[in-house]
């Protein structure tokens, strides 16, 4: 069984992103979505291991200094971050492991796991993007400003991934994150096992054969 491929997925406010992994996780067989780390409280109805994995402050810091967090973050006085031990048991399962964090994240991601796929999700213009914010009528026109300033500044940071996905449907969209996850499974450096197995085995034949 060939190792799972660790996609970072990243994209502006309002491209869909979370909606194109929760379909790719419907739609498609042996994925899993990454579970982070937080010294946060649990809210009612959520579960260890399930939405988070909680855990003390002290905890927490005590991963970091172990390096046993790929990434992590403070937000409003709490923890934040990737486990490595989660994503390296998914990963040895055989699972495509999907992680969705921003870009400085992501960077950070790539430096410990240099094979992780980075994909950018966006709308095909920033107008799309405006509308899409607009269209969800849950904002003031200030947060919207506020988001597409934002969205310009992570666009300087575009040319650090692997892929750009254009979100303009949402099945295509999908479809094309699956195939290029599905190609990264079968780089040559990505099977590295199988190669030397096939090697070996032809090597003892032409033996045999002589």
Request: aromatic share 8%; net charge negative.
């Amino acid at each position: 069984m060939s190792k799972g491929v660790l996609t970072v997925v990243s994209g502006f406010s309002g491209a869909g992103k979370g909606t194109v992994m929760k379909r790719l996780l419907e739609k498609y067989e042996n994925y899993a979505l990454s579970i982070s780390v937080t010294t946060r409280k649990p809210r009612e109805g959520e579960r260890d291991g399930i939405e988070y994995f909680f855990r003390t402050r002290e905890e927490v810091e005590a991963m970091i200094q172990e390096d046993q967090l790929l990434e992590h973050a403070e937000y409003v006085g709490n923890y934040y971050g990737t486990p490595r031990f989660y994503v390296e048991d998914m990963l040895s399962q055989g699972k495509n492991v999907i992680l969705e964090i921003e870009i400085q994240g992501a960077m950070k991601i790539k430096e410990k796991i240099p094979e992780a796929v980075l994909v950018f999700v966006t709308p095909p213009t920033i107008e799309e993007l405006h509308s899409r914010l607009i269209g969800r009528g849950t904002e003031t026109a200030d947060v919207i400003a506020s988001r597409l300033r934002r969205a310009a500044e992570e666009s300087e940071g575009m040319n650090n991934y692997d892929y750009i996905l254009i979100n303009d449907q949402v099945e295509d969209c999908v479809d094309q994150l699956h195939q290029i996850i599905l190609s990264e499974r079968c780089r040559a450096q990505r099977n590295e096992e199988l190669i030397n197995t096939i090697q070996e085995e032809a090597r003892i034949f032409m033996k045999g054969d002589k």
